[in-house]
Each structure stands twice: as structure tokens, then as C-alpha cells.
């Protein structure tokens, strides 16, 4: 299993959490963040903000699932502009239910 943790644009969020139910991906964990990426945030005459509102998403999929929730995020998070986004993935060992108090593996 792999964890896919995106940074979109908040007026992105239900766009993509669309477009990845519609894909038969519909689980997904998300809230509302604060950062910069490599352009260090945004200048407006001479004001500059440097912690930019983002959202962040986290999606837990089986390996051969990866580029295909990728794809959909990209399309549907695309703007065309710096601070559209960034995708990180980690490997994930173990799923627990707490409910049921079951693994998953």
C-alpha cells in the first residue's frame, strides 16, 4: 500500500475529492494548511505573503493504484500557475480498523 499526501489549492478541494470518487476512489482524509513552495509565496506591490492557504489531502491505495490517483489529481487540481500542488509518496507497512481491531495488509 502506498499513502499519496497532495497539497492542492483550496478552491481545488471539491473538484478533486469529485474527481477521485468518480474514479472509485472515494476515501480520503483532508484539511486545511498553510505553506510556500519554491516561489516562497506571492508578492503584491510590496506586500509579501509567504504562507499561502493550501489543502491537504491524503489518500491510502494499493501499489497499482498510484498513477491512476495521481492522474486524477493532476487533472482535476490543474490551473496551469505556480501553486497548483505538489504529490508525496510514502510506502504504508499496516491499516488498522479500529473498529474491528483489524489489519490490513
Request: a neutral charge; hydrophobic letters at 45%.
Amino acid at each position: 500500500m502506498k499513502m499519496i499526501q497532495a497539497v492542492i489549492r483550496p478552491e481545488k478541494e471539491a473538484e478533486v475529492a469529485a474527481a477521485l470518487a468518480k474514479a472509485n476512489f472515494p476515501a480520503l482524509t483532508k484539511w486545511d494548511v498553510v505553506g510556500r513552495g519554491k516561489q516562497q509565496g506571492i508578492q503584491v506591490g510590496s506586500q509579501v505573503y509567504d504562507e499561502l492557504a493550501k489543502c491537504m489531502l491524503l489518500i491510502v491505495v494499493e501499489d497499482n493504484q498510484v498513477e491512476s490517483v495521481l492522474q486524477t489529481i493532476q487533472k482535476a487540481a490543474l490551473t496551469g500557475h505556480p501553486g497548483d500542488g505538489k504529490a508525496f509518496i510514502t510506502p504504508v507497512e499496516a491499516a488498522y480498523t479500529i473498529r474491528i481491531g483489524k489489519a490490513e495488509l
